[in-house]
């Protein structure tokens, strides 16, 4: 009892000590568990954002290619809508991906252009005119959208599908 009464000047810190260390040691380890759950949160929650930027574009790449082929027209209100909407797509998409949207932009605008030809020498009722020609560029640009939106699915397939994406690794291609 002689010893510890000596030397209590010296236990009583270390005991101190050794406990603050193991509270220290299990809320840091708490707090890395924590930020661990944090950044798995904020990856899903990025992921999301993205595919939903991404399915954003892709249905109204949809919508506009249906209603041009089935009205056989597009609008140049119609066109300039669908350049404002896939102007992100550079920074959503890979370089195949903004390639298919300027082709679709080039169809768009080329079938615009043969509709609009037919319609003006229609309304000048002028019979020298051969609409053969003007009927096929529309026929052309048609045959160009309906190609291009059967291959549509495929190409955004890497993009919006969740096939890459681990929930357990929050691993995701971007």
């Known amino acids: 009892m002689e010893w510890l009464s000596e030397n209590l000047n010296w236990i009583i810190p270390l005991l ?8 220290n ?18 990856t899903g929650a990025f992921c999301f954002q993205l595919f939903h930027s991404r399915m954003e574009i892709y249905r109204h790449i949809k919508s506009t290619l249906s209603s041009a082929i089935r009205e056989g027209n597009v609008s ?16 959503l998409f890979g370089s195949e991906i903004t390639e ?4 679709i932009w080039d169809a768009m605008v080329q079938l615009e ?9 229609r309304s000048m009722n002028d019979q020298a005119i051969d609409y053969t ?20 699915k495929d190409q955004f397939a890497p993009y919006i599908s969740f096939e890459a994406y681990r929930v357990d690794t929050a691993e995701v291609r971007v």
């Not at 252009?113 to 020498?121: D, L, P, R």
């Open 16 to 23: 101190f000590t050794v406990i603050f260390s193991v509270v």
């Open 25 to 42: 040691t299990i809320m840091a380890n708490t707090n890395r568990r924590v930020a661990a759950s944090q950044i798995k949160l904020q």
């Open 76 to 91: 140049v209100s119609q066109i300039f809508e669908f350049k404002r909407t896939t102007a992100d797509a550079g920074f």
């Open 100 to 103: 298919t949207i300027d082709k």
């Open 113 to 121: 252009t043969a509709v609009s030809n037919i319609e003006h020498f």
């Open 133 to 152: 020609q003007l009927q096929h560029e529309k026929l052309q640009a048609l045959n160009k959208l309906t190609g291009m939106e059967k291959k549509l």
